[in-house]
């Protein structure tokens, strides 16, 4: 799991600098060293292992140049993130532990080094998104059992819908959360309402550490429900997906 801080041109910065903001990020909690060959710190907490690798280079453009042009939700992506001379590479080891409780580990650890260094946006690789500085630092305030930073973790891109036609959602970063993804086909609901519970089923998956099976019903509450099935991705035949079944009349009595 990867995340990539955007920094501006910051001079001879101190890995002890990058440490301390480590440090800062999880309370001064956890184990935080120094370590060379390449020169980066390491936080070690609960099992967990985050690395920081400064590296005194852009982000390759190549890598977010799709990702700028994608950020509708932030129009002045490409524009800001030109002027970062440097970057911060955020590790966390993949090997154990659950995938959710490392995704809450690097989103504290991207903001607090971002914070300290001034940073202007971080690329998150799992879902191949850039966001700006200020909306990932109040993500990342916010975030809690309860409140999770989906929209930084993951991808909810809509397609169509424009003029009353149909409507499709497709998300990426679930699979680096250890879920299958969720894709919505030609449906005929209002593009807000699509969004809305894909970003539900989403935040139960997460949250509720919850798998769902073939044909079970979701539901916001006891009037609003729908299916969800198992079936290949529209995208990559070779993965399966959680498809959502929503119509215009998903409004009868259901439950989780």
Not at 114 to 125: A, Q
Not at 224 to 247: C, N
Request: a negative charge; aromatic letters at 8%; charged letters at 20%.
């Amino acid at each position: 799991m990867i995340a990539l801080v955007a920094l501006p041109d910051l001079g001879a910065w101190r890995l002890t600098d990058l440490a301390s903001a480590l440090a800062a990020a999880v309370g001064g909690e956890g184990e935080v060293d120094c370590l060379d060959d390449p020169p980066h710190a390491r936080l070690r907490i609960a099992g967990e292992e985050l690395l920081a690798v400064p590296q005194s280079r852009p982000i390759p453009w190549d890598l977010i140049d799709r990702a700028c042009a994608a950020a509708w939700y932030w129009p002045e992506a490409a524009e800001i993130l030109a002027g970062h001379a440097c970057h911060a590479q955020l590790v966390v080891r993949r090997s154990s532990g659950k995938l959710m409780a490392k995704a809450l580990l690097l989103t504290r650890a991207a903001a607090s080094i971002g914070e300290s260094f001034g940073y202007l946006g971080v690329y998150w690789d799992g879902s191949t998104m850039v966001h700006s500085a200020a909306a990932f630092s109040a993500s990342a305030r916010a975030m809690r059992p309860g409140e999770l930073p989906l929209r930084l973790w993951i991808d909810f891109r809509l397609a169509g819908g424009e003029e009353d036609g149909p409507c499709s959602l497709f998300t990426r970063g679930l699979d680096a959360l250890g879920l299958r993804e969720i894709e919505v086909v030609d449906s005929k609901a209002p593009r807000d309402e699509i969004l809305a519970w894909a970003y539900n089923t989403a935040h139960y998956l997460l949250a509720q550490g919850a798998v769902i099976e073939d044909g079970q019903t979701v539901a916001i509450n006891r009037q609003q429900w729908i299916h969800v099935y198992l079936r290949t991705s529209q995208l990559d035949p070779s993965r399966e997906v959680y498809l959502l079944d929503i119509g215009r009349d998903a409004v009868s009595p259901g439950s989780l």
